[in-house]
T-cell receptor, first 113, second 113 residues
């Protein structure tokens, strides 16, 4: 039973355009959501997070949107840069159950120059 | 501020053997979590240690065990290795009671032959 799903295994975007990565979850107890970026041969790097009390969080070129009623979140990258090419993981946690993260399967983003 | 470091980076073991992976947590962090990432999938939570005690466990058999030391570093032990244990093992550190962001090491690539 996959509680966090990223339905697009890959996404290709032109440099300068917007990248939108999507994530769906099923567990209504999740109250904190995170996005990680992963390059080959490296561990995941924390990008941005959002608490369930908010519906938007912005950090530079990265914005995360949360739609609790739809159990859906998305990461927007504007403008996309070739260095953004990586695998992006969505993760969720239940703060009442410790800091353990449940990850989606990842989306490989390719930003073309 | 030192980041999360893991050793070794790569390891090859034979089916049935035992393996110990090591992790040094980020300075100031008192919680360590271990994740298994199989090829093409997102990381899966194995267990978490806080104040030298197991503080949550995912769906992994008892042959996966761990330790946390007074300096918050940690070990992951896997007994009776199986071919399906081949994966990237990730250690993440965080600070209990504050933010939920976990910071990952570069991982240990374990191959069981």
């Amino acid at each position: 039973d996959q509680q966090v799903k990223q339905n697009s295994p890959s996404l290709s975007v032109q440099e300068g355009r917007i990248s939108i990565l999507n994530c769906d979850y099923t567990n209504s107890m999740f109250d904190y959501f995170l996005w990680y970026k992963k390059y080959p041969a490296e561990g995941p790097t924390f990008l941005i997070s959002i608490s369930s009390i908010k519906d938007k969080n912005e950090d530079g070129r990265f914005t995360v949107f949360l739609n609790k009623s739809a159990k859906h979140l998305s990461l927007h990258i504007v403008p996309s840069q070739p260095g953004d090419s990586a695998v992006y993981f969505c993760a969720a946690s239940d703060s009442n159950a410790g800091n353990m993260l449940t990850f989606g399967g990842g989306t490989r983003l390719m930003v073309k120059p | 501020e030192t980041g999360v470091t893991q050793s070794p980076t790569h390891l090859i073991k034979t089916r049935g053997q035992q393996v110990t992976l090591r992790c040094s947590s980020q300075s100031g962090h008192n919680t360590v979590s271990w994740y298994q990432q199989a090829l093409g999938q997102g990381p899966q939570f194995i267990f978490q240690y806080y104040r030298e005690e197991e503080n949550g466990r995912g769906n992994f058999p008892p042959r996966f065990s761990g330790l946390q030391f007074p300096n918050y570093s940690s070990e992951l032990n896997v007994n009776a290795l199986e071919l399906d244990d081949s994966a990237l093992y990730l250690c993440a550190s965080s600070s209990a009671g504050t933010s939920t962001e976990a910071f990952f090491g570069q991982g240990t690539r374990l191959t069981v032959v």
